[in-house]
């Protein structure tokens, strides 16, 4: 088995900033991209970072210059810095990992969500 847990989310005003950490754990190979994804209520699930392996980074538009994803191979963690959050960044906030178990195959993994709330 694989899980991924999230932690960090909460409520916050805007113009402050959250990190959000997702840390893999159980029966795991390797792990090649991580990343994070977030859902508002109402609107279909988006993409908001990415990073490979090789350090190579994606991000939203929505959210360039103000975010930054990084990770800890040792530890198979991976954690959103969200600085200068706006109340449009409001979501549950999805951690998203392709693992692979046993050296053959990779399957996309999700963690449960933590919320983001952001007030005006």
């Known amino acids: 088995q694989v899980q991924l847990v999230e932690s960090g989310g ?3 005003q805007a113009g402050g900033s959250l990190r959000l950490s997702c840390a893999a754990s159980g029966s795991i ?4 991209d991580m990343g994070w994804y977030r859902q508002a209520p109402g609107k ?3 993409l908001v970072a ?9 991000y939203a538009d929505s959210v360039k210059g ?5 990770r800890d191979n040792a530890k198979n963690t991976v954690y959103l810095q969200m600085n200068n959050l706006k109340v449009e ?13 046993n050296g053959r195959y990779s399957t996309y993994y999700w963690g449960q969500g933590t ?3 952001v007030s005006s």
């Open 66 to 70: 103000r975010f930054t994803i990084s």
């Open 50 to 58: 990415a990073q490979n392996t090789r350090g190579t980074t994606n």
């Open 44 to 46: 279909q699930r988006e």
């Open 89 to 101: 960044d409001t979501a549950v906030y999805y951690c998203n990992a392709d693992i692979n178990r």
């Open 115 to 117: 919320q983001v709330t």
């Open 29 to 32: 190979f390797s792990i090649n």
């Open 10 to 12: 909460g409520l916050v």
